[in-house]
């Protein structure tokens, strides 16, 4: 049972009673459901969090602060995501919000007028109703594909359904098979599964109930990188497929911009940014945002002239002082004096040899000039190291065919509009 125990993968599933269970079978609409299987409100919010406050005690009067106070709605059928590094606590808000872990304080509400908690109310999480997947494949290694994905509805009680129940239960793991890839394997042992569709099985057990919040937490990470990109697919292809609203929680940058309709960057407690991939990888609200997301060159300054559109930047690091580069604030209004960073993404720069001789680099784009101190060869691309100042460095990824060697003299360059200034 190790693997069940630790898993726990639906929140409710093993404590509640066939009739109920049978019902959502029947008709998830029917009267007497509980707070997570009730229709959206109006506005379509399907969840809300507002101003969580998680803060453990560690013996004696020492305290973590795991959530400081995170508030953030997820629209019905959206996949929500989210992103931090390790111990930012984002297992902490998905096991407040299926009832797992008791926040300090704080509200939780379930299509926009049902408390789950709050001052005065606390729904266990049997009564939440809310899939959850975690990281180990959590499915029981004792028992067939279909064992695992039906006991949700059955409670493992086999012998004592009715036939007519017995015939629902089987369509709809059939059903649900269908959809998370694993159509006719009902019999198997899911020992005899990889670890991708074990996973699968875990996500069909999660969504059975007619489920409207899935939860998962970091359920790829057990997985090989090639499977884990097929996963990717399938996970929205099944999130789509039932229409689930979804809150998925990774530390894996790729794998939040790859499946999110939008994604919450935690740092330390807090979010930093709640928007689209585009919106954060593009204009990351904070230096941490920006580095976090990967990829971005980070080179220290001040601002000498602040803006509305573009703003100037004096570099401070080493070999570059007095170096001015333009961009734009993605962080609202700088003030002049103001201490920022000027990100470049690698893919948006330009490395060009005998700029002068080229007659210069256009009047809207900021350059660098250095030198190529390392090259490496990614097939379609290759990544430069590019040293601009005595104690700076630029990556840039070009096209394999960019004809530059190391040791060449070079200019960096990337347009005004492409470079970000972080506070
Ligand atoms: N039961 C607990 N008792 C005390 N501290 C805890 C407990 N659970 C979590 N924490 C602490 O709360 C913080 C947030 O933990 P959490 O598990 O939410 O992080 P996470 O973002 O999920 O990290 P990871 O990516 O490593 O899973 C961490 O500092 C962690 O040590
Ligand atoms: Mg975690």
Not at 41 to 51: A, F, M, P, Q
Not at 117 to 139: C, D, L, T, W
Request: proline share 4%.
């Amino acid at each position: 049972m190790a693997a069940a125990g630790a898993g726990c993968i639906m929140t409710g599933a093993y404590t509640d009673p066939l009739p109920r269970a049978a019902a959502a079978v029947r008709d998830p609409n029917a009267a007497g459901m509980t707070a997570g299987e009730q229709m959206s409100s109006g506005d379509g919010t399907r969840l809300e969090v507002e101003n969580l406050v998680k803060t453990y005690e560690i013996g004696g009067r020492r305290t973590v602060e795991a959530l400081r106070g995170i508030s953030f709605t997820v629209r019905d059928g959206e996949f929500l995501t989210l992103l931090g590094p390790s111990g930012c606590g984002k297992s902490t808000a998905l096991r407040c919000i299926a009832g797992l872990e008791s926040p300090t304080s704080g509200r939780i509400t379930v299509d926009g007028s049902t408390d789950l908690v709050n001052e005065r109310i606390y729904v266990p999480a049997h009564k939440r109703k809310m899939g959850m997947v975690f990281q180990s494949y959590a499915v029981w290694p004792h028992m067939t594909v279909r064992d695992n994905v039906a006991y949700p509805l059955t409670g493992g009680r086999r012998r004592r359904i009715s036939g007519r129940e017995r015939r629902e239960v089987e369509e709809k793991v059939a059903e649900v098979l269908r959809v998370v890839g694993l159509e006719g394997f009902q019999p198997r042992g899911v020992n005899a599964l990889s670890g991708g569709q074990q996973q699968r099985v875990a996500v069909g057990r999660a969504i059975v109930r007619d489920t409207n919040l899935l939860l998962l937490d970091e359920p790829l990470s057990n997985l090989d990188a090639q499977l884990r990109r097929q996963m990717r697919v399938e996970f929205r292809r099944i999130s789509r497929a039932f229409g689930l609203t979804t809150v998925y929680v990774t530390h894996d940058q790729a794998e939040a911009l790859s499946m999110s309709d939008r994604i919450a960057v935690m740092n330390a407690g807090r979010i930093e940014q709640l928007a689209s991939p585009e919106e954060i990888y593009e204009r990351p609200a904070s230096r941490f945002v920006g580095r976090f997301l990967g990829n971005l060159n980070t080179l220290e300054g001040e601002v000498v002239e602040a803006g509305d559109d573009l703003s100037a930047v004096r570099l401070t690091a080493p070999g570059l002082e007095g170096t001015t580069l333009r961009g734009v604030s993605t962080t609202g209004a700088l003030a002049v004096g103001s201490e920022v960073v000027v990100g470049l993404r690698p893919h948006l720069i330009e490395v060009v040899q005998d700029a002068a001789a080229r007659g210069g680099a256009a009047s809207d784009m900021n350059v660098l000039n250095g030198k190529v101190i390392d090259v490496q060869y990614l097939g379609v691309f290759r990544e430069l190291l590019v040293e601009v100042g005595a104690q700076a460095q630029v990556r840039a990824t070009v096209p394999s065919h960019t004809p530059v060697a190391l040791g060449d003299t070079v200019s960096v360059q990337t347009p005004h509009a492409r470079t970000l200034l972080l506070r």
